[in-house]
């Protein structure tokens, strides 16, 4: 590797470095304890000292030098991990650089030309590679050390590295720890002690920050059940910060199979950068905290004061600018922020340059003054261009005119700040299939009425009334406590729809959107799938005891919407728990905004929450397990063992305490829920466990408390909700409430805020995502567990061995994934599969997996064999591999009998497996595969690398829109139960071409084996005689039938390779038999039974001794698993 040039003084180096070459300009070196020699006590001091010091000098084992006769300075200009790179920089200077040389003068201009060379290779070499990394130079020293070190696939890409302690027992290592896009490195060497550590982000069960007696705070590592502890980190939060951004990642991209299409600093797993991390990681908190649509992307920050015309002063806060969102956020502790859509802005005005001050105008006469922006003229331009305000037809006014107006509304902001008009939402006229939300239609409200709870309804719609006409209201209102206040006490009926649009930013989505969701409608109407399916039953069951869902309008309408999104996100499709928060939100909004609520939730609020295994729920369940820890000691106290709540709690999570509570409190949740997120469920859990303490504490088992957590949410009422008696029975599901006294619900809110307001939205997020592993780990645990139990049952494989072949096979699977993002496991994944399906392999990958466990070596990696293989264990032809069939084949030739084993070779040279086909492999899978796709018309332009890793070309059904033939899998789940063991009498027979290619197989696997004469003769003979059977039952058969007539194939001309003597090499005795045919005649053919091959072959004691010779699977095992790296696929 080239280096800038840098300055080095020989004095005392030679003590530490031995010159190999030299001559008048350049000197090639060697570390001692390098190479030859060792290097004894001398050696393991140098070892010692390339560990613990940062200098690509104190690294590399070689190094050239750049000097000139007159001068005692050197130049170090390229050092290397081989002798064999340093020779190839060594050999370049020679021929390129010493010609040059001599035309100089001066030692300086020798010394300058040399240096403007070398620099001028590394800025060629860095055009691509580094150029977004902060110190390119030095990432370069860092990045030889890790390809040295950890002898990975040159595909892995480098993101960081810092220097630390890893304790092994009760002793520090000082090293080197390396983060990369799919592994955690950690590499130390101290007085010839080596410790390497290489852990892949998807193999960690817990990240998270410790501290104790001996480290007063490190990173704990949970990895394979053993404990990896990190200490004396320069930068450990920064440390941490990127571990946990990498492991997010993979977990993402290798379990989620998400692609990142609208994240470029992501989508290519190559080019990660820890500069895009943290781009990312910025983006995604900005997303979450203002609710934005996930196409956002945080562009700028600006330090700044914003004119709050309610509080008549300055807040200091933080400008943040994405591609359609202009927002603001406080930090002086008001908690007041804004989101200004970039289609509200009509003009931006730079007022005075003295106090850099910069007025946003939007429309319904508002404005906005920032002031003290650094670079307000930037940014000024910036919202300009991004508003389009120059280039717009509808701000074709006078720029004077337009400066007059805003100055006119800045004069009228500052003077009576009171009585400025606030903008009211502009709402789009998307057309929908139900313009008015079902309680409007269902529980209107009477006018005249004027019963206490309706006169506490008007006053509280007042009370917002007067927060809009101070604070806003629509998409651009300031959210203060004061709005959070009214949340709390509840918000009106008439107001709800719209509040639970602004607040979960789904106003947004709709306004960005037009006709979004009743072209979706259209497309949806009358699809059949097993999402619609699933929606159809379970019509009936949300709500079903109020009005509006005992009508075909509410059903009606629940079913477009839940279809519709079943339709927009075939990754989720339908999942039990959507329906009854759907019906929820069709009560008080209309059908396309209740359409868009349900999209905020699924798609932002509660990420992965409704999918197969509801990982985002028992995420956030086991996130409310450590803060019952933290805030509730006497309960933990008594019940130590938690994941009681995980079970009692998961319904709370799913249906936002719909479920449980009755409609008319539970609606006051959902409140809080928009506009605090996830944290308002949390804290209420809290507070129903706080409230219930007493009673819980002194429970006995599981099942009282259950009742006593039943019998408390049906206690709970609101006493201020105006729906009518028979809607407020409706979701109560025991009316014996005279075993708790009613609770309020509002009451029940504000003492949960009270209490455990001081949750942090932040923090909640971190635990999200240390917990996020373990969960996933959980659960690809249980999955292993299952699968292994139904596989065990069908071969003979230990469960120690099937789980290693589990974890192998996983790996191989990840392997396709690590490097890529165009892989097929990711291309065609479907998370609705069963267990057993979930991971699969291609043909390349299987091929370079089963090359390292087959016990002959017979399947070199990518080999025609390795094709017929696949093909054969391939049952249901799609062109991917299970786990199941993987170990089927791999029990057959490691442990079946010798005549399975030979059944398997036997049928590996028939077809499907084998065609017979003399095209190249990629050719033959292109034909082997191409009756499986839906339409392969266009297979005939694409070549051999058009196609995708395992060389099928499919369309792979998506959950949600193509319907599944459930009945075609029971009849094939029957026949699989009711299917008899294949007899050898079941067989076809072998004709010639194939026994001739079964013949090669036998000498490929035989090869190198130690009697490999003697089972090169056993087979020649095996051929020999059964060359001659056939010809005697062909004789036997010919004079009762005519010979034109005859249906078996005929071998009469077989004579000369009947006589011949067996030949002891593969090449004589395979070649014989096509001659012999070629020497009878067009019409000759011969074939065998297996029978007739078992016979012969069982007469061969070398043949039968080598089959039944027992294979080491756990040798095969631990090299397979040190090797599978290293035999990553060439893509």
């Given amino acids: 590797m080239w280096l800038h040039p840098e300055e080095i003084l020989l004095k005392n180096a030679f003590k530490l470095w031995v010159t190999e070459k030299d001559n008048e300009y350049f000197v090639l070196q060697r570390r001692r304890g390098y190479g030859e ?38 130049w170090s200009i390229a050092c290397g991990v081989t002798k064999e790179e340093i020779v190839q920089h060594w050999d370049w200077l020679q021929q390129n650089i010493m010609r ?8 300086e201009d020798v010394t300058s030309f040399v240096q403007g060379k070398i620099r001028g290779l590394i800025a060629e070499e860095g055009k691509t590679s580094l150029v977004l990394e902060d110190d390119p130079e030095k990432f370069r020293e860092a990045l030889l050390r890790f390809e040295k070190w950890f002898e990975l696939p040159p595909e892995e890409k480098l993101v960081t590295y810092y220097s630390c302690s890893y304790w092994r027992g009760k002793m520090p290592c000082q090293g080197w720890l390396y983060l990369s896009t799919n592994f955690m490195c950690f590499y130390s060497y ?32 949970l990895s394979h059940g053993e404990d990896h502890y990190f200490s004396m980190l320069l930068h450990l939060n920064e440390t941490f910060v990127i571990m946990e951004q990498l492991a997010d990642y993979s977990i993402k991209r290798l379990f989620d199979k998400e692609a990142f299409q609208r994240e470029p600093a992501l989508s290519d797993p190559l080019q990660i950068t820890k500069r895009g991390l943290e781009a990312h990681a910025k983006s995604a908190q900005f997303r979450t905290f203002f609710r934005l649509p996930k196409e956002e992307n945080l562009l700028e920050v600006h330090e700044s004061f914003l004119w709050v015309p309610f509080c008549h002063f300055n807040t200091l806060g933080k ?35 003295g106090s850099r001050a910069l007025t946003v105008c939007v429309r319904g006469k508002r404005a906005l003054r920032f002031t003290e922006v650094r670079d307000y003229q930037r940014l000024s331009n910036t919202i300009r261009s991004r508003c389009g305000i120059s280039a717009s037809p509808q701000h074709s006014a006078s720029s004077e005119a337009i400066r007059g107006e805003c100055q006119s509304l800045i004069n009228h902001f500052e003077d ?45 719609e007042q009370s917002w009334n007067i927060h809009f006409s101070e604070y806003g209201r629509g998409t651009s209102m300031f959210f203060t406590r004061k709005t959070r206040d009214l949340i709390v006490r509840g918000v009106p009926e008439a107001l709800r729809g719209e509040l639970w649009m602004l607040f979960s930013g789904a106003v947004n989505d709709m306004a960005t959107h037009p006709g979004y969701y009743t072209e979706l409608v259209e497309q949806s109407l009358g699809t059949s799938t097993l999402a619609t399916d699933e929606i159809e039953r379970d019509l009936h069951r949300s709500l079903p005891e109020h009005p509006a869902f005992q009508s075909d309008t509410g059903i009606s309408a629940l079913r477009r919407v839940l279809t519709a999104y079943a339709y927009r996100n075939p990754k989720i499709g339908y999942c039990q728990a959507m329906n009854i928060l759907t019906s929820v939100l069709l009560l008080y909004a209309k059908e396309e905004e209740a359409f868009w609520l349900l999209v905020a939730v699924c798609e932002r609020m509660l990420p992965d929450y409704f999918n197969r295994r509801i990982i985002g729920a028992l995420v956030d369940q086991a996130v409310f397990e450590d803060l019952i820890r933290e805030n509730l000691p006497q309960l933990v106290e008594h019940m130590t063992d938690l994941s009681f709540f995980s079970s009692v709690s998961l319904s709370w999570f799913l249906t936002l305490f719909i479920s449980v509570l009755p409609i008319e409190s539970a609606v006051n949740v959902v409140d809080c829920f928009f506009y605090d997120g996830i944290k308002a469920i949390l804290q209420l859990g809290l507070a129903v466990l706080d409230y219930n303490m007493e009673a819980l504490i002194s429970c006995h088992d599981d099942a009282e408390a259950v009742t006593i957590l039943n019998k408390f949410f049906d206690s709970v009422t609101n006493k201020d909700s105006p729906l009518p008696p028979t809607v407020q029975q409706a979701s109560v599901g025991n009316n014996d409430k005279a075993a708790h006294m009613n609770v309020d619900i509002s009451e029940l809110i504000r003492e949960a805020y009270e209490k455990y307001g001081n949750i942090r939205s932040e923090d909640v997020e971190s635990s999200r995502k240390r917990n996020k592993l373990y969960v996933i780990q959980t659960l690809e645990d249980t999955t292993k567990q299952n699968v292994i139990r139904v596989v065990s049952q069908e071969v003979r494989f230990g469960a120690s061995h099937l789980d290693e072949l589990y974890n192998l096979f996983k790996r191989q699977h990840f392997l396709s994934c690590y490097w890529t993002m165009q892989s097929p496991a990711l291309l065609h994944h479907d998370p609705s599969l069963a267990y057993l399906e979930q991971y699969q392999l291609g043909f390349q990958q299987f091929s370079v997996l089963f090359s390292l466990l087959e016990p002959w070596a017979f399947c070199i990696t990518k080999s025609p064999l390795s094709l017929w293989v696949f093909r054969l264990i391939d049952e249901n032809q ?20 010798f005549t399975n084993k030979l059944k398997f070779l036997f049928k590996l040279h028939l077809p499907p497996a084998f065609t017979g086909s003399p095209l190249p492999l990629e050719e033959q899978r292109i034909q082997h595969f191409a009756p499986l796709t839906e339409d392969s018309s266009h297979l005939s332009r694409l070549t051999a690398f058009d196609l995708p890793e395992d060389g099928v070309i499919r369309k792979s059904p998506e959950r949600g829109r193509v319907k599944v033939d459930l009945q075609t899998y029971l009849k094939q789940w029957q026949n699989e139960i009711l299917k008899k063991e294949e007899t050898i009498k079941d067989l076809p027979r072998i004709n010639q071409t194939q026994f001739i290619q079964f013949s090669k197989t036998l000498y490929r696997i035989f090869h190198s084996d130690p009697e490999e004469e003697s089972l090169y003769r056993a087979v020649a003979h095996v051929t020999s005689l059964l060359l001659r ?14 010979p034109e007539s005859t249906k078996t194939p005929s071998i009469s001309a077989a004579e000369e390779l009947s006589t011949e003597e067996a030949s002891p090499t593969p090449e004589s005795s395979v070649a014989s038999s096509p001659r012999s045919s070629r020497d009878a005649g067009p019409e ?48």
């Fill in 100 to 107: 040059t040389l001599s035309v100089f003068d001066s030692s």
């Fill in 1029 to 1042: 059977m056939e010809e005697v039952g062909r004789r036997l058969q010919e004079p009762r039938s005519p």
């Fill in 190 to 221: 101290m007085l010839g002690a080596e410790v390497k550590l290489v852990i892949s982000w998807d193999e960690i069960w817990r990240l998270e920050k410790t501290s104790n007696v001996i480290l007063t705070e490190s990173i704990h590592v």
């Fill in 878 to 897: 799609d062109g991917l591999i299970n786990f199941k069939e993987f170990c089927f084949a791999l029990d057959t030739l490691c442990c079946g009998s």
């Fill in 1084 to 1131: 000759v053919e011969w074939s065998f039974s297996f029978e007739q091959v078992l016979a012969s072959l069982l007469n061969e004691p070398a043949i039968v001794t080598f089959f039944e010779r027992p294979v080491d699977i756990q040798t095969k095992l631990g090299q397979a698993k040190v090797a599978q790296l290293k035999l990553k696929v060439n893509k």
């Fill in 319 to 353: 400008i943040c600018l994405s591609e359609n969102y202009l927002c603001f956020a406080s930090q002086d502790g008001s908690q007041c922020h804004v989101i200004i859509p970039m289609r509200e802005i009509i003009n931006v005005e730079k007022t005075d340059s």
């Fill in 37 to 74: 020699g060792g290097g004894g006590l001398t050696g393991l001091l140098v070892g010692t000292l390339d560990t613990v010091l940062d200098s690509t000098s104190k690294v590399a084992p070689f190094r050239i030098l750049h000097h000139t006769p007159d001068s005692q300075v050197y």
């Fill in 416 to 460: 009576n700040p009171e009585d400025v008009t606030l903008m009211v939402g502009q709402k789009d006229s998307s057309k929908a299939v139900s313009t008015e939300a079902l309680m409007t239609v269902f529980h209107p409200q009477d006018v005249e009425n004027l019963d206490p709870k309706m006169l506490k309804e008007k006053m509280k």
